[in-house]
C-alpha cells in the first residue's frame, strides 16, 4: 500500500494516526479496498439515532438513500490516537478482508464513510434482533443448538479465511430478523491489535471480555489470538443465557478460577442428560481443553453439532 499524501512523515514505523484527520483515515481505508458508501447514503444522517456505545465507538441507526436500515458504528478519535500508521494500515486491510467475507452467518461490512464530518463510519446492516445475549433473553424457546451451529459455521468460514475473531462472545453475534446468528464486531478486534489496548483499562470492552479469553492468553504463554483461542470461546453462553463464570463478579476472581483450571458448570436446565445433551457438553469441554492442541477446529464442532441434530 502507497504512504497517503498530505504532508505526513514517511516513516509509518513512527507516523502517529493522531497527526492524521479523519479524511486521511477515511483514504487509508478506501486504499485498502474498503467500498466508499458516501454516494449511497447522506453522510449526516441527522434523524439517526444512538443505540449504544462501546469500547472503540458508539453505534447509530440510519440509513442508505434506498431506505435500507444500517448499523453506523463511528470510531471515536481518541481510540486512534495512539495508533501508529503502519498498524492502521495494517488493520485497514483486515478492514478490507473483513468487508469481502461473504457466508450467511458473518454479518457483513457494507463499506465506510466519514460519518458527521468527524468520525469514521462503519457501515452495515441494521439487525433488528439485536445481539444473541438479547435474543435468548426474549427467546427463551430459540434453537440453541441451531445457534451453537451458526456460530462455529462463521468461525469455521473465518478461519478458513485464515482469519482469526479475537472477541467472539454472545454479545458480539447478532440475529437477523429470521433468527440466524451472524458473528460481527471484527473490528473491535483489528483495531485493538493496532493500537495496543489489549487488557488495558483505556478499553472496557476488552477488559470486560476476560471472562471468554481463552487460559494460555491470561497467563501470557500465548499473547496473541489464534484459531484456538477463538474455538475456546466457543458455545461459552450459548446454552446458559449468562456470562461465563456468573458466581465471579469480578474480572479479577475470574482470572484466579480459570487459572486454577476450573471449568464452568453444566447447564443441566439446557444440556439435558441424554445422548444429545451429553454430546454437546462432550465438544464443549474439548473446546476448553487446556492442551490448545487437542481443542478441535470450529469445522469439527460444525460436524458433531449437526450429527446429533441429524439424530435427534
Request: net charge neutral.
Amino acid at each position: 500500500m502507497e504512504p497517503i499524501d498530505g504532508g505526513l512523515l514517511q516513516n509509518e514505523a513512527t507516523q502517529i494516526v493522531s497527526q492524521m484527520s479523519t479524511q486521511q483515515i477515511f483514504e487509508c481505508l478506501i486504499t485498502a479496498g474498503c467500498i466508499n458508501l458516501s454516494p449511497q447514503m447522506d453522510t449526516q444522517q441527522n434523524s439517526a439515532m444512538i443505540v449504544s456505545g462501546g469500547g472503540f465507538g458508539d453505534i447509530w441507526v440510519g440509513q442508505l438513500h434506498n431506505g435500507t436500515k444500517v448499523a453506523i458504528k463511528a470510531w471515536r478519535s481518541n481510540a486512534l490516537k495512539d495508533c501508529r500508521l503502519k498498524a492502521l494500515k495494517r488493520a485497514a486491510r483486515e478492514i478490507y478482508y473483513w468487508s469481502r467475507m461473504e457466508h450467511r452467518n458473518i454479518h457483513q461490512l457494507m463499506g465506510v464513510i466519514v460519518f458527521k464530518d468527524q468520525y469514521l463510519g462503519m457501515v452495515s446492516e441494521w439487525m433488528e434482533n439485536g445481539n444473541l445475549h438479547e435474543y435468548l433473553q426474549t427467546h427463551r424457546d430459540a434453537d440453541r443448538y441451531r445457534l451453537c451451529i451458526d456460530v462455529a459455521s462463521g468461525l469455521e468460514y473465518m478461519h478458513s479465511r485464515s482469519t482469526v475473531h479475537g472477541d467472539l462472545k454472545a454479545m458480539n453475534v447478532l440475529v437477523s430478523s429470521d433468527g440466524i446468528a451472524r458473528l460481527s464486531d471484527f473490528d473491535f478486534a483489528v483495531m485493538s491489535e493496532a493500537s495496543s489496548l489489549l487488557f488495558t483499562e483505556s478499553s472496557n470492552t476488552r477488559s470486560g471480555s476476560i471472562r471468554w479469553v481463552a487460559p494460555e492468553m491470561l497467563v501470557g504463554e500465548t499473547p496473541k489470538r489464534t484459531k484456538a483461542s477463538d474455538v475456546y470461546a466457543l458455545g461459552m453462553e450459548i446454552f446458559t443465557g449468562e456470562v461465563p463464570y456468573p458466581q465471579c463478579r469480578m474480572d479479577f476472581n475470574v482470572l484466579t478460577t480459570v487459572t486454577q483450571g476450573t471449568l464452568p458448570t453444566r447447564p443441566t436446565d439446557r444440556l439435558k442428560d441424554d445422548v444429545q445433551g451429553n454430546a454437546v457438553w462432550r465438544i464443549m469441554l474439548e473446546c476448553w481443553d487446556r492442551d490448545v492442541s487437542k481443542r478441535p477446529s470450529a469445522g469439527q464442532v460444525v460436524e458433531i453439532l449437526k450429527s446429533h441434530i441429524r439424530s435427534s
